[in-house]
């Protein structure tokens, strides 16, 4: 991604923040109100030394090495754009994939016979598990229009949010709506809709050539991993 090999101690880093590091070493969990307001600042110095080290190596990457600040990206200053970049990285690239791939080695149907030599439908399992198993449960958005929404499993009721307002959209909710997806407990690859409704990548359906341009840069590469992660569990269970 950012065209470098990392050192041994760029990797440790990565490990403590994204994966095993805990509440003083962990990017997400240190920064959560109420826990990071209730951890000192000498308890977060691990936590600072990690982002630092690898803000340090993002912010010298050929990726950045021309970069300028300018009216295009906000004149986001080089060093913060390597904190969003790192944040980016972690976030989505690591901690949603590897999410997805603990889900698919826990929970995916046994019972169920996949041909293992389609491709197509073993792309179609793992979005089928990530529907049923969302790596991610929601993202956020910002209405650019006035836009009316039903509030209210019971009432019903009609209510228009105005343009500029912050909505959560629970994609674990929208993955189990039974008027998309029939049965929606069910775990069924061969769904008609599935590649045009699944919503697991910051956009509706998936589409190896894209979804727009604020879809998961990643979902590619997150979707091809895990399909060899399945292939290669099922050929070594019995």
Known sequence: LYDVVLTDKQLEAMRKMFYTGGLTAAYLNAALVPIGNCLSTCCLGERTQLINLLMDMVESSPVLANYQPSDTVLNIPKRELAELLLALTGTAGILGSSSLTTNICAKYPREYELDTSDPTMVLRAVLELARLHPPVT?????????????????????????????????????????????????????????????????????????????????????????SDVLVRLIGSEP
């Open 138 to 226: 929601e993202f956020n958005a910002i209405l650019d229009e006035d836009r009316e929404f039903t509030v209210g499993a019971k009432n019903d009721k009609r209510v228009t949010f105005p343009k500029g307002t912050e909505l959560s959209v629970i994609l674990f909710l929208a993955s189990y709506d039974p008027e998309t997806f029939p049965n929606p407990t069910e775990f069924d690859p061969t769904r008609d809709n599935l590649m045009e409704a699944v919503m697991n990548f910051n956009s509706v359906g998936f589409n190896p050539i894209g979804s727009g341009m604020r879809t998961c840069p990643g979902r590619n590469i997150a979707a091809q991993l895990n």
